[in-house]
């Protein structure tokens, strides 16, 4: 332990206490939940960071991850031939990669994974683990049925866990409308999960784990934040009432399996035009932001271009240290860490990957905690992504969502940087959990 691990533990009660300063009812807080929402972050973190036990269960489902990922990828070698293989890897026909391509090595994987989990859901596995951790959420914190079943579920899918509450939308409180909402934005499904192991696998062999545990850290934090961003001040229905999950079971295994491909290419398609979109707008505006500053900058005598990320990175470098990088680092991780609220974080992992490869980071807790802080889909096009698919499902809900929406956001983000915080916390230089990156 060392002076960071405390930067990093202080950081916590800091980002709860801006929570607090935006909060909508400062006065209305419900403290057993941020009690317990702490409490259960730091209890599984110094499992998976301190225990043995906790460490080695941590190494086997990183290996069992990385071994699932790796079967995802037969069929992509199949269809893709050579496309498909990863860094490093040799075709049976001796053929070497062509390097990493997100269309050809990624993607495919969320077609796999989501397959895999309609399987899950098929066999009843999914609802079982769902309804184990929304009672723990609704015994501890004392929250609605709905806004532990959908907390629960976002733990392992991403805006599908909307259908598990499905008939109790309509009539949900602002709050519990918030929890929705932030708790899609603060986590990551499963499938697109093993897109962010595949783009930093190579430098960081430990990811899988590390995004498992961020999934698992980043429930209980969506909760803390949204309740202390719009407290509860109405009377949820749900309110210490066991909700099922809602969900329609397929006829037959296969049926299964081919709506869950369907839907993984729905996904991909989704974040392929998103990526494509963002991408563009993004460079446009920073072509936009270049001329200005080429203009500017000798009239002060600044230096450097004028870019979003270099915007980002000025708004979010005291962020950065509150989570815990060292000053060394903080640069490059503000910017990383920033630009995920315009450019996902599929393109902010892709450049976590980079600034690893080519050594701009010099401590490892830098990739630890942005990892940590990078895992969860709060984003401007994911707050479009998740309110949209809210009114589809409650279209009376369609008037009040917008302010909601952007709190919860907030939330999302503060969530995020929260389990950030959390890793920073219990991170040491010699854990066997940092693996060969």
Same mark, same amino acid.
């Given at each position: ?33 941020? +009690? ?8 599984? $973190?110094?499992?998976i ?14 290996? +069992? ?10 069929g $992509?070698r ?13 075709g049976?026909?001796? #053929?070497?990669s ?23 859901? =098929? ?8 309804? $184990? ?14 806004? !532990?079943?959908?907390?629960? !579920? ?28 932030? #708790?899609g ?21 430990m ?71 963002v991408?563009?707008?993004? #460079? ?49 991780i ?11 974080e ?6 976590? #990957? ?17 990892? =940590? ?65």
């Amino acid at each position: 332990m060392d002076i960071y691990n405390l930067v990093s533990f202080a950081g916590i009660f800091v980002l709860i206490g801006v929570a607090w300063v935006l909060s909508a009812e400062r006065r209305n807080m419900n403290f057993r939940l941020i +009690v317990w929402g702490v409490a259960l972050q730091l209890a599984v $973190a110094s499992v998976i960071f301190m225990v043995p036990a906790g460490a080695r269960v941590f190494l086997v489902v990183n290996d +069992v991850v990385v071994r699932v990922i790796d079967s995802a990828g037969a069929g $992509a070698r199949f269809v893709f031939g050579r496309l498909a293989l990863g860094p490093g890897q040799t075709g049976d026909d001796g #053929a070497e990669s062509l390097g990493f391509i997100l269309a050809f090595q990624g993607f495919p994987t969320i077609i796999f994974f989501s397959a895999l989990i309609a399987i899950l859901y =098929y066999l009843r596995v999914m609802p079982l683990l769902i309804k $184990a951790f929304a009672r723990v959420f609704t015994r501890l914190m004392r929250i609605s049925g709905a806004e !532990s079943l959908v907390a629960a !579920s976002n733990i392992f899918v991403g805006v599908e866990s909307m259908l598990t509450v499905k008939p109790h939308l309509a009539r949900m409180t602002r709050s519990e409308t918030c929890t929705v909402l932030t #708790a899609g934005m603060a986590t990551v499904a499963s499938n697109v999960l093993a897109l962010y192991v595949f783009s930093l696998r190579e430098q960081f062999p430990m990811i899988a784990g590390h995004l498992v545990s961020a999934s698992l850290l980043s429930a209980p934090a969506a909760l803390l934040m949204s309740k202390i961003l719009l407290p509860e001040g109405e009377q949820p229905e749900t309110l210490g009432v066991r909700v099922e999950p809602y969900y329609e079971r397929d006829s037959n295994l296969f049926e299964a399996i081919i709506n869950g491909a369907n839907a993984g290419v729905r996904m991909i398609v989704g974040i392929a035009a998103l990526l494509i979109a963002v991408l563009g707008l993004v #460079a446009l505006v920073d072509l936009v932001l270049g001329g200005l500053g080429d203009w500017i900058n000798p009239l002060f005598g600044w230096e450097g271009p004028w870019s979003l990320k270099a915007l980002f990175g000025i708004l979010f470098y005291p962020v950065t240290l509150v989570l815990g990088v060292p000053i060394a680092d903080a640069s490059a991780i503000s910017r990383i860490v920033g630009e995920r609220l315009i450019v996902t974080e599929v393109a902010a992992y892709n450049d976590l #990957a980079t600034a690893m490869k080519e050594g701009l980071l010099q401590h490892p807790r830098s990739a630890v905690i942005a990892t =940590y802080a990078l895992c969860g889909f709060a984003h401007i096009a994911s707050m479009a992504i998740f309110v949209g698919s809210f009114c589809a499902l409650a279209p009376q809900r369609s008037k009040d969502i917008g302010p909601i929406a952007v709190r919860a956001l907030i939330a999302a983000t503060l969530a995020c940087l929260m389990t950030g915080c959390v890793a920073g916390t219990f991170f040491t230089e010699g854990s066997i959990l940092l693996g060969g990156s």
